[in-house]
């Protein structure tokens, strides 16, 4: 019946080889060196190496010119996109609104450079406006003090490239994984509410308003100064955002007309300044932009503030929206990667993304990363590979040296339009109902961060989800599942006996299958449960009196073992012992065997109690049975 | 060659009850009230409840009068530990020495009532004497306001007890789960070290001191105020420290005559009383204890102080001792529990203690546990019951009435030395170099924890060692442990090839055992992590040219999975769709397959690539791969 093998008592690996393998698996798990250790000689070592770290060396010599079409179309169709967004977001964030036109003009150009998606489009993000506003706006008033507020926004920016440069550099792509799809729906959901709730300033066209951001503080806001509302500006809103919603509305329906949404923005835009300008709208109640000067962007490093009192905003402001920033931009870029086929190395994105925050704070540029919508558009209108970034770049360079001073009719109300339109689309209901009906604590992370978001703050309600998501992490191998094998008839295969209710139990014999790593935080926990499955066998009537004399602990699915895992399998081994039942292990994995080995746990159990195999260790059970029953085995 | 057997898509069980066994697993592993519910009638079964609740109830009646003898002995034997410890940690907290002794009367009363295990002695310890000195004289200076300081120290006690007993009560076993046998280790070694530089201060004979616990901060102090150090105070310090020591190496060299160490404090402490009485050590500059008022515990509850001006402060002294005490203490009675393979009950051990700790507090007494060293010496005196707690309160109410005066004259230094030499034993050298040699990561968070607590403070160095820990936690999850598998000769098992070398591979197909949840913090992992070993397979110059086309994954070891992991596997699968890779799963567990039914996972990858054994999975991967070949499936 047996197999004839035995369980490998291979001497361990030695530390450095384990700590090295360890480090590779945790930071280097894509291995992202194979190209350049794969060349022969030196020369084409240095080119692998200069390839891997700018991207534009390595696409660009290749580029087909009869794609450049595609790209120029796709540049042009996101900068009409670029234009009403950096006007609308930089209002969101409380800064000249001249400033997301400049956000579009030089990190593009420097992500071109560095970055290594085909169809990521660089523009600003409203959640990461959202944190700045809110970030900085606790420490000094944009509305008293606009210059100082706009350069801790540019230092902020400094430090989110600083941050995500660093990220990119140490391999630290591991922290994004912890912000989990169920914390993003929740969160995103959220910040698209709070953003809505705060363009009911500019659709109702009031002057007074809240600088809260949760539901309640807002609508008491609208209640008290509901006299300051102007019908004028809440039908001219009204239709804005029905006329986005139609095109939004159109491109679902038929994807292949995903350019008439794509445009509809900058045509609200036009058409609002059109109207702005001969109906003298200021007259009716409908505020508008404002001055915006000609040129392109003003060098600005020297505006960098570190100074200590503002500090703790800016690195905060800095951290928490380049993260949010990030992480959206990454998992974009992933999505988009995937349905071209390509890869995307996530620790080269955040490269890509820290040079572009850092060179665009020296050049009066905010936060930037790859929005979603920008993106959808740039990768519909057919773009082909990073060239569509500079051609937007392009255009906006001609926008901001001849067209700027147009803008300066745009309504507000337009840009709330806008606003309130993409934000329409990030409330994700349907995800939302997904999560609830598969998997219950997915759902109550999600609604921790949608419900702290719009109840509390943008941070809390990430906290508390990221909070949840951990906790759930820890939970996992804190309680890890095990089960009851039983063997399958007219097979050796042993499976749960929940799952497969035909499979068999060896009389006397209990065979449990172990999972996930046996440490600390579970160790009792285990030792707990397998002195309740013998209790729970022995007390089954359907047992007929069948009792429990040997427990055999299936560890193929245990990844590592810590040491107090090891002292509590010992200690199990011996209560079980002092009531005459036996326990045996099978196939440990290479890790934990080399644990169990250097700690002398296999010394101490003996090597007789180790099998490869469920099978093997039934038969040894009954001989191994007899023997401890004729002698007590030191422990 | 085949099984036979389908993987089983048995309906997914409701949410309530997984939900119920969820928390079942979470919060009553060990299933208390088993006794219980197996009663037949009602009576039965409340007198079941009350044994459940209250021990005494079961142990009381059926104690054996011939046992009493035993108990008897035990009882003084940790008296005459319990009162030079009563009186020196008292001093370590910086309250009154009587109220050390106070401390011995009340709460073992309440632990022989409501407590479950028969071995553990009751009493005060080190650490949490410690911490509540620092955590309230940071607030409260125990020289300048005595009365106000004693008070909250009372009011320290209170809140742990109700600290413990809610945890108790409401099933959070699990949280000390979380503190590892590795921090602890650390933790108390670190805390043993500071607690001996403490008394460095009574053994010199130093009137001026520092408040600061960190090795830097005492050696300056020393050195700063070297020119108060008494001669006549270091020579007693060295001659009592050294009988001491002397005594612990007898106890462990012949253990029957542990009764030597237990005794030896008590004669250290008469002998310094008489020679300080005799001699005037007073004025040779060796100070003494001083006045200690006759009586039993004055009433305390009118005293407990929740003035929100100090609430921080005790609420933070009473969590952290409260979370320290309670882990040694259910540690030490668990410990001493499996000598004798008895069972205890983490959360009934909680509920215990938090009365003991709430009633006390109600009687002038401060923060009691199971230390170690008394709970020792009660067991090797022959302890049989809880009466031995008992026994020790009417021995030390005794010395409340009658004898409290005569401890007047106990020097300084002679409790300086009990403490050192009983924290002495306390650094645990010996496990530190065990975990440096089987496990680095453990040794390291040990170090954290030791360093920590010696080289900043107590509070620092046990967050940094539960931080590591965590990070610990976390990284195995993140990180989890994929192995390629080789089937073994002449045999249908398959394990890991790295492990087993004789292992082979079938042609075109890679079999990889995942282990561990599959979730968000580690999704991204498996995907690339797959993909890598697809591409180092296909490198690999052994398999001559043989590349990959199907990949079956063993899921057996993956306990659990969630929307983030799912979705991750369904991309992983459409990538490889793209290069004409395969993949199948093999033997998704109970919980993963619901998820994957409910989240349509079954469905959008088709039932025909789920197999029960890898056996099976090699047989119908071949005809698969030509079934995807001829028409790609819609995912």
């Not at 071109?112 to 809110?134: C, D, E, P, R, Y």
């Not at 962007?297 to 505006?303: A, E, K, L, T």
């Amino acid at each position: 019946m047996g197999t004839g093998h035995e369980v490998s008592y291979a001497d361990p690996r030695s530390f450095g080889f384990k700590f090295g393998s360890h480090c590779k698996e945790t930071l280097f798990p894509d291995d992202p060196f194979r190209t350049i250790r794969n060349r022969h000689t030196p020369v084409a070592r240095l080119k692998a190496t200069l390839d891997y770290f700018v991207p534009i060396f390595e696409w660009l010599p290749k580029y087909d010119v009869r794609l450049l079409q595609y790209d120029i179309l796709a540049g042009i169709t996101i900068t009409s996109l670029a234009i009403p967004q950096g006007i609308s977001y930089a209002k969101l964030a409380n800064i000249p609104p001249i400033v997301g036109l400049y956000t579009s003009f030089v990190p593009p150009l420097v992500y071109a450079v560095f970055g290594s998606s085909k169809h990521l489009a660089v523009g600003t993000v409203a959640s990461a406006s959202m944190i700045m506003a809110n970030t900085i706006g606790a420490e000094v008033s944009a509305t008293e003090n606009p210059t100082l507020y706009l350069h801790l926004v540019f230092t902020a920016c400094f430090l989110t490239g600083v941050f995500q440069f660093l990220l990119g550099v140490l391999r630290l792509g591991i922290l994004v994984d912890f912000l989990s799809h169920s914390t993003i729906t929740g969160f995103m959901s959220g910040t698209a509410t709070i953003i809505c709730l705060q363009q009911l300033k500019s659709i109702f066209g009031l002057k007074h308003f809240t600088t809260h951001t949760d539901v309640v503080h807002v609508f008491k806001a609208i209640f008290k100064n509901r006299s300051e509302m102007r019908w004028q500006s809440v039908v001219v809103g009204v239709v804005f955002l029905a006329f986005l919603q139609l095109t939004r509305f159109i491109r679902k329906k038929k994807p292949k007309l995903f350019w008439v949404s794509a445009i509809a923005p900058m045509l609200v835009v036009i058409i609002g300044c059109i109207f702005a300008y001969f109906l003298d709208a200021e007259k009716h109640g409908i505020q508008i932009v404002g001055e915006l000067k000609k040129g392109l962007n003003p060098i600005s490093i020297h505006h960098l503030n570190f100074n200590s009192q503002y500090l703790s905003a800016t690195i905060k402001a800095g951290l928490v929206a380049g993260a949010i920033a990030m992480t959206e931009g990454i998992a974009i870029g992933r999505s988009f990667a995937i349905l071209k086929n390509d890869q995307i190395d996530g620790n080269k994105e955040m490269v890509a993304f820290g040079l572009m925050n850092i060179i665009g704070s020296f050049f009066s540029c905010y936060l930037t990363t790859g929005p979603f919508s920008k993106t959808a558009v740039n990768f519909n209108a057919g773009c082909k590979s990073a060239l569509s970034n500079i051609v937007m770049a392009i255009c906006m360079m001609f926008t901001l040296l001849f067209l700027a001073p147009v803008f300066k009719y745009t309504p507000l109300v337009a840009l709330a339009a806008i606003i309130m339109s993409a934000m329409l689309g990030l409330i994700d209901y349907e995800e939302m109902h997904h999560l609830f009906k598969v998997d219950k604590f997915d759902f109550l992370i999600c609604m921790a961060g949608f419900l702290g978001v719009t109840f509390l703050s943008m941070d809390y309600g990430l906290m508390l989800s990221i909070g949840l998501a951990l906790l759930r992490a820890l939970l996992y191998v804190a309680r890890p599942a095990t089960c009851k094998l039983g063997k399958m008839p007219g097979t050796t295969l042993y499976r749960d006996m929940e799952q497969y209710p035909d499979g068999t139990r060896a009389p006397g014999l209990l065979a449990l299958q172990l999972g996930s790593p046996i440490y600390y935080a579970n160790a009792n926990y285990i030792r707990e449960r397998v002195l309740r499955w013998i209790q729970d066998e022995d007390e089954n009537p359907d047992n007929k009196g069948d009792t429990v004399e040997f427990v055999i602990l299936e560890l193929s699915g245990v990844t590592s073992i810590d040491m107090t895992g090891l002292e509590t399998l010992l200690e199990t081994r011996r209560m079980l012992q002092s009531r005459k039942i036996g326990m045996a292990f099978v196939n440990p994995r290479l890790g934990v065997m080399e644990k169990m080995l250097k700690s002398k746990f296999v010394e101490k159990v003996g090597k007789g109690f180790f099998f490869l195999s469920i099978e093997d260790a039934i038969d040894g059970a009954y001989s191994l049975r007899r023997e401890m029953q004729e002698k007590p085995l030191q422990v």
